[in-house]
């Protein structure tokens, strides 16, 4: 049910972000869906699955629209590791504040990984304008957005089923 | 042995690290679409197809909503903009004419005019905004191959760079690694075009550099393609010069040209699949 699920997520993930969203944007800014599902899988999973989630879909990414293979994955990957390590100390995190926040930062941490591999592709571009136009006001956004996806994955991890099978088989990791 | 090795997760993610490092590295200047990417971009198209024009639909209802108050004086501008192109059409009719005059006189095959092209949706498109690609439901078995000039009724749209069995990828003019060799219209003055995320310069524009020092330019000039790189073909419209300036290092000019395709709406496109006979070929044959 766990793989289910994720599965799931996963296919929802990369329809929202290549069929939904580029139609349903606001002046070019569109809510990062992939980095919601990531964030809110970390904070209640507290494993890997959310960097394992992040490498698939940042790999279907690549293969569909880019054919450079990490371009997409590589950023949701490292943001997916980052928050497994970020989330795994923590005692208490509060139901809307926490993850809304760990979702802007992981945006920014993405995007930031992001500019450093379009840089070494060899494309010109102004970070200052792609941050202040495009960078920022999709954190704002993927941040709003997770207030929802959050919400959602909580209902869904109530259920047992979702939760990992076998602790020991993430502590071994 | 120390800590850092023991953490599993860390070397895990390490290793895929540099993995996926040098997998982009080989992958990233390669043009062809390998066995995988032709599989997964065959299987989800028709569901990218199906989800894409859905939420077209809610895109233009809610645009249509914010956009609601300026219809009616839009609609008096397209009036005015139809009386006047239909004045056009009368003058064109009459060109048209005595062109087809002309070349019968020159004995010259007008059917070397003829482009044949091939039409698709738009089903996708590259999230985030460092890439400008788009997906149309149209591919080999279309008769769609790499780098065929993409245009729609507007103008150029890009070319397409991968073509799968029922799709192909499309990079448009206004992506940063794009490069369209183009002319001005009036004064055939030459410069080449691309795509940018440069300071001040919103995306979707266009950037015109190599311009003459003293090409005599201005804002509403038409920039056309100048069919010398060998994609696309001579005299597709690109767009239109909104602002001119001397370059960075003064000995040329350079040009912000916006594109004639809206690319934020666009939704049917026509792959140019065979070129007519270049003119002054067929008149030397």
């Known amino acids: 049910m766990r793989y289910v699920m994720l599965f ?68 949701y990957m490292i943001v997916g590791a980052a928050l497994y390590f970020a989330v795994r100390p923590m ?29 070494t592709m060899n494309i010109q571009f102004s970070f200052g304008h792609m941050l202040v136009r495009y960078i920022l006001p999709e954190a ?34 | 042995m120390p800590q850092i090795w023991r953490n599993r997760p860390l070397m895990i993610t390490i290793i895929m690290v540099i993995i996926l490092l040098v997998v982009l590295v080989v992958t990233a200047g390669d043009d062809n679409m390998s066995g995988t990417e032709s599989v997964v971009g065959s299987v989800l198209s028709p569901v990218q197809r199906a989800l894409y024009s859905a939420t077209d639909a809610i895109g233009d209802f809610f645009s249509r909503i914010f956009t609601g108050g300026d219809l009616q004086i839009e609609n008096l501008e397209l009036k005015a903009k139809v009386a006047e192109l239909e004045a056009q059409l009368q003058d064109y009719d009459e060109i048209k004419r005595q062109n087809e005059r002309l070349l019968s006189l020159l004995n010259f095959d007008t059917e070397t005019h003829a482009r044949t092209y091939v039409s698709g949706r738009i089903i996708g498109k590259a999230p985030g905004h460092w890439f400008n690609i788009f997906i149309i439901d149209v591919g080999q078995t279309s008769g769609v191959n790499v ?26 003019i206004i992506d940063s690694s794009s490069g369209v060799s183009g002319i001005v219209e009036r004064t055939r003055d030459p410069g080449i075009l691309h795509g940018t995320n440069a300071a001040g310069i919103e995306n979707g524009l266009l950037d015109m550099s190599n311009l003459p020092f ?6 509403g000039d038409t920039v056309i393609t100048d069919g010398q790189a060998g994609v696309f073909p001579k005299g597709l419209r690109i767009g239109e010069i909104t602002e001119v300036s001397p370059s960075d290092d003064g000995m040329k000019n350079k040009a912000i040209v916006t594109p004639w395709v809206d690319f934020n709406h666009l939704e049917e496109v026509m792959v140019i699949t065979s070129l007519p006979i270049d003119t002054e070929e067929a008149l030397e044959e």
């Not at chain 1, 109530?158 to 020991?168: L, Q």
């Open chain 1, 8 to 75: 799931i997520t996963g296919v929802i993930c990369l329809i929202f972000t290549g069929a939904v969203f580029p139609n349903l944007n606001i002046y070019g800014i569109a809510p990062d869906i992939i980095i919601c599902c990531i964030t809110s899988i970390a904070v209640l999973d507290k494993t890997m699955a959310g960097a394992g989630l992040g490498l698939v879909c940042g790999l279907m990414l690549d293969l569909i629209f880019t054919g450079a293979i990490g371009a997409f994955a590589l950023p």
């Open chain 1, 91 to 119: 005692r208490y995190i509060n139901a809307v504040l926490t993850p809304a926040a760990l979702t802007v930062g992981a945006y920014l941490i993405k995007e930031l990984i992001s500019t450093v591999i379009i840089y």
């Open chain 1, 140 to 173: 704002l956004a993927t941040g709003i957005l997770m207030l929802l996806v959050h919400l959602i994955f909580r209902r869904i991890y109530r259920s047992s089923a979702v939760k990992p099978h076998d602790d020991r088989e993430f502590k071994k990791l």
């Open chain 2, 147 to 172: 780098n065929m000039p993409v245009v729609n009724g507007d103008g150029l749209v890009g070319r397409v760079v991968d073509a799968g069995a029922n799709f192909s990828r499309i990079m448009a």
């Open chain 2, 214 to 219: 003293n090409a005599d330019l201005a804002p």
